[in-house]
Antibody
Framework: QVQLQESGPGLVKPSETLSLTCTVS????????WSWIRQPPGKGLEWIGY???????NYNPSLKSRVTISTDTSKNQFSLKVRSVTAADTAVYYC?????????????WGQGTLVTVSS | EIVLTQSPATLSVSPGERATLSCRAS??????LAWYQQKPGQPLRLLIY???TRATGIPARFSGSGSGTEFTLTISSLQSEDFAVYYC?????????FGQGTKLEIK
């Protein structure tokens, strides 16, 4: 059974960089799309972006200038970096997998990790 | 960016009854729509993709319909484990977007 687990600091200071890692177990990171999606407290879900196992990426235009998603196939992990964070970046961050033939929907999700931006 | 509007925001239904959840898109998304279930402390669960295809392991009581701008998720006979929040999500246009969710609660 494929499992995804987010990890990283739960508290980040304003203007700093938010860094999260998603560790994939029970399956290879190869041949799939890997996404980061977030949900601010009391608000809806926002797709941040995705990376294909080859390294090809696609980012939400609203965040594109501040976001990097990358893979580490040797560790079966992928990661998210959001630069210059503000309180508006406070959210539960989810990592998720999409099938190899479509980035369009996610068939496996992590449980999510809350990241708070505060001094 | 395509906006998805889900209705109602909250739906109260008795166990064993049918629940019908709606999702409307601000422009056509063809059949590129998925539905998810969210329960507290659990990963989101993919229910439906391609508007009507059930994901692996999803019970037959869950069905999706619609195309273009109007979509429906139907749960034919509610079980206790079905009370949760449900989201629709479009993947026709980037950025992919989600509806605001419908909370399905026990009546």
């Amino acid at each position: 059974q494929v499992q995804l687990q987010e990890s990283g600091p739960g508290l980040v200071k304003p203007s700093e960089t938010l860094s999260l890692t998603c560790t994939v177990s029970g399956g290879s990171i190869s041949s799939y799309y890997w996404s980061w999606i977030r949900q601010p407290p009391g608000k809806g879900l926002e797709w941040i972006g995705y990376v294909y196992h080859s390294g090809t990426t696609n980012y939400n235009p609203s965040l594109k200038s501040r976001v990097t998603i990358s893979t580490d196939t040797s560790k079966n992990q992928f990661s998210l970096k959001v630069r210059s964070v503000t309180a508006a970046d406070t959210a539960v961050y989810y990592c998720a997998r999409s099938p190899p033939y479509s980035s369009g929907w996610c068939d496996y999700w992590g449980q999510g990790t809350l990241v708070t931006v505060s001094s | 960016e395509i906006v998805l509007t889900q209705s109602p925001a909250t739906l109260s239904v008795s166990p064993g009854e049918r629940a019908t959840l709606s999702c409307r898109a601000s422009q056509s998304v063809s059949s590129n729509l998925a539905w998810y279930q969210q329960k507290p402390g659990q990963p989101l669960r993919l229910l439906i993709y391609g508007a009507f295809t059930r994901a692996t392991g999803i019970p037959a009581r869950f069905s999706g319909s619609g195309s273009g701008t109007e979509f429906t998720l139907t749960i034919s006979s509610l079980q206790s484990e079905d009370f949760a929040v449900y989201y629709c999500q479009q993947c026709d246009n980037w950025p992919y977007t989600f509806g605001q969710g419908t909370k399905l609660e026990i009546k």
